[in-house]
C-alpha cells in the first residue's frame, strides 16, 4: 500500500517537478525590495512565517498549514498543491525564483493534506468546500484585490478555477497551470493521444491490469512509473527526482486521493468526485487577468491549455516545450520566466 500511495499521488497532482538545462538570467539587484525579508511586525514571525489557520466547514472547525516567504504588499501569490491530498513540498523549488523577484507567497497544505488536520470523514473532499475552505484562508492571511494572485497546479488548478468563477472580485491574478478545464476530455486525449505513444506490448499489459481494476498491484506501478510517469509526469529517470517530490508523494492522503481522482492512474476512472467535472462553458465569466501553463509532454493537451486563455476576457498563455505535467521542476527556466514575467505585467497594468 505504501508503495501504491507514493505511485499514486504523481499523477494528477498533483504537481510537481523539473531541472533546468540552462539556468535562467539572474535580474538587477533593484528589481528585490529591501523590505522584503524584513519581518518587523509580523504576526507570523515566531513561527517563521507558518500559520496555522482555522477553517469553518460543515462537519466542524480544523486548521490548515502555510507559510508566508517575503513581503510585497502588490505581489502575493497563493500556491494550491495538485493530488487531491497532495503537499505543497511540491513548489519549494518556488524558493530558488521568485524571492529574488521580490514575489510574497504561500504555501500552503490544503484540509487532509499532510502538514494540515486530515479528518477522516470522506464528504469533506468536496470541490465547492474546497472554495470556501480557499476564501477562509484568503481572508485570514489578508490576501484582497490590489495584490492576491491565485496559482493552480494540477488539481490545484480545478480549485483555482472553481475559486474564479466564485470570487474573482477577490483576485488581481489567476494561474492556471497543467490543468484542463474538462475531465472528459482529459480522459479523451489520455486515452487517444498518450496511450497508442506507448511501446505497444507496454500498453496491452497496462490495460490488462485497467480492465481488472487490479490498480494496487505492484507490475502495473511499475509499468506506469518507468513508461508513462518519466514521459508525461516528471521527465527524469525515477532515482533522480527531486527530494521534494519524493516527499510530496511520501505523504500523500490516500482518502483524499481516491476519493476525488479515483485509483487508476491512468486517467480518472470508477466513482471518483471529479470524473465529470467541466466547466469549458463557463470560461468567459473569469475576467481577471489569466496566465494559462501548458507544456509539450503534459499529460494534459496543451492546446486545452493555450485556448483557455482564448476563452477568458484577459488572457496569456505560457509554453514549456520541454516539460511534462511537473514543469516547475523539468523546465523550470521556461516556466519561472513566464511566469513571474505574467506577474510583474498585471502589477505594472501591462495586462
Request: a negative charge.
Amino acid at each position: 500500500m505504501k508503495n501504491y500511495v507514493t505511485i499514486l499521488s504523481i499523477f494528477i497532482g498533483l504537481l510537481m517537478s523539473c531541472q533546468p538545462t540552462t539556468a535562467p538570467p539572474v535580474p538587477s539587484s533593484d528589481t528585490v525590495s529591501s523590505n522584503y525579508l524584513d519581518n518587523t511586525g509580523k504576526d507570523d514571525r515566531f513561527m517563521g512565517g507558518v500559520k496555522m489557520i482555522p477553517i469553518k466547514t460543515p462537519k466542524g472547525d480544523f486548521k490548515v498549514w502555510t507559510k508566508r516567504v517575503g513581503n510585497n504588499p502588490k505581489m502575493k501569490v497563493l500556491l494550491l498543491h495538485g493530488g487531491p491530498g497532495m503537499t505543497h513540498e511540491i513548489y519549494e523549488c518556488f524558493d530558488g525564483y521568485f524571492p529574488q523577484e521580490g514575489i510574497e507567497y504561500y504555501y500552503y497544505d490544503q484540509l487532509g493534506s499532510y502538514y494540515s488536520d486530515q479528518p477522516k470523514d470522506l464528504s469533506l473532499w468536496d470541490l465547492p468546500r474546497f472554495v470556501e475552505e480557499v476564501e477562509q484562508v484568503r481572508k485570514a492571511l489578508g490576501l484582497n484585490k490590489d495584490n492576491f494572485y491565485l496559482f493552480g497546479q494540477s488539481w490545484g488548478g480545478i480549485l483555482a478555477s472553481e475559486y474564479a468563477l466564485k470570487y474573482q472580485q477577490n483576485l488581481k491574478g489567476l494561474i492556471i497551470s497543467n490543468m484542463v478545464m474538462s475531465i472528459p476530455e482529459y480522459q479523451k486525449y489520455s486515452d487517444e493521444v498518450l496511450a497508442p505513444k506507448l511501446p505497444p506490448e507496454v500498453l496491452k499489459e497496462i490495460m490488462k491490469y485497467e480492465k481488472a481494476e487490479d490498480y494496487g498491484n505492484e507490475r502495473y506501478l511499475s509499468l506506469i512509473t518507468e513508461h508513462y510517469y518519466t514521459r508525461h509526469v516528471i521527465r527524469m529517470p525515477q532515482d533522480e527526482w527531486p527530494d521534494p517530490i519524493n516527499r510530496g508523494f511520501k505523504h500523500l492522503n490516500p482518502d483524499v486521493y481516491v476519493t476525488m481522482q479515483g485509483p487508476s492512474e491512468f486517467g480518472i476512472k470508477g466513482d471518483a468526485t471529479l470524473k465529470n467535472w467541466d466547466i469549458k462553458d463557463q470560461l468567459k465569466k473569469i475576467t481577471v487577468p489569466t496566465l494559462t501553463i501548458g507544456a509539450q509532454h503534459d499529460t494534459m493537451d496543451p492546446e486545452h491549455m493555450r485556448w483557455i486563455s482564448t476563452e477568458v476576457k484577459n488572457g496569456r498563455y505560457l509554453h514549456c516545450p520541454n516539460g511534462s505535467h511537473l514543469c516547475q521542476f523539468d523546465d523550470q527556466e521556461n516556466f519561472f520566466t513566464g511566469l513571474v514575467r505574467f506577474v510583474k505585467d498585471v502589477d505594472e497594468g501591462k495586462m
